[in-house]
């Protein structure tokens, strides 16, 4: 069974601070997209990443798709209040064909 | 272009009963996913159906279906619900299946009592 592990599970930071959250496998992924999910409302898509090594920029968010396709790394600069959700993960199994998700990153920006 | 659409966004059932949550995916669209999401567990994948064929299937019990339309609509029915089904269930179309962009709608949120 593919699984994709998230951490933290729960981060709470001061607006103004960096934050970093990792998606870790021991399974290959043909690609990896990242989902912010805000209450009430489903995931939307970020970035999706699709070459080992790759290093997407949105504004303050950095992502970044390990060389071996198995992890992968959110980075947020400077977060700001609006950055408040759950961050989520996913990779495409290249073997199923499905998409696997991470277990989620709640994310609280205090002002 | 109207995005994803999920009815009822809110159901209140009692164990034993049985649900059906309905998805409109965006036009175009062919593939559409089901999840189920609760704070325990996370989102886990129930089924995908593409041009009406369910094309891959998550680990839930059979009391867990859904089907498809000709216009890609698709169904999700529980059974015999139990408690442990309560939980938002959302719905994502995509163009080309599970390893392209998912398109979530707000999801139904589910409570058995």
């Known amino acids: 069974t593919q699984l994709l592990e998230q951490s933290p599970q729960f981060l709470s930071i001061q607006e103004g601070e960096n934050l970093t959250v990792y998606c870790n496998s021991s399974?290959?992924?043909?690609?990896l997209q990242w989902y912010r999910q805000e209450p009430g409302e489903g995931p939307v898509l970020l970035v999706t990443?699709?070459?080992?090594?790759e290093v997407k920029k949105l504004k303050r968010l950095t992502f970044q798709f390990g060389d071996a396709r198995k992890d992968s790394s959110l980075h947020i600069t400077a977060a700001q209040t609006g950055d408040t959700g759950l961050y989520l993960c996913a990779g495409a199994s290249s073997n199923t064909g499905k998409l696997i998700f991470g277990q989620g990153t709640t994310l609280q920006v205090k002002p | 272009k109207a995005g994803v659409t999920q009815t009822p966004r809110y159901l209140i059932k009692t164990r034993g009963q049985q649900v059906t949550l309905s998805c409109s995916p965006i036009?175009?669209?062919?593939?559409v996913s089901w999840y189920q999401q609760t704070p325990g567990q996370g989102l886990q994948f129930l089924f995908e159906y593409f041009s009406e064929t369910q094309r891959n299937k998550g680990n839930f019990p059979g009391r867990f279906s859904g089907r498809q339309f000709s216009n890609s609509r698709s169904e999700m029915n529980v059974s015999t619900l139990e408690l442990g089904d309560s939980a938002l269930y959302l719905c994502?179309?995509?163009?080309?299946?599970?390893?392209?962009?998912?398109?979530f709608g707000a999801g139904t949120r589910l409570s058995v009592l």
């Open positions: 990443v699709v070459t080992g090594g």
């Open positions: 036009s175009g669209h062919r593939s």
């Open positions: 994502a179309s995509s163009l080309n299946g599970q390893g392209s962009i998912q398109y």
């Open positions: 399974s290959v992924f043909s690609s």
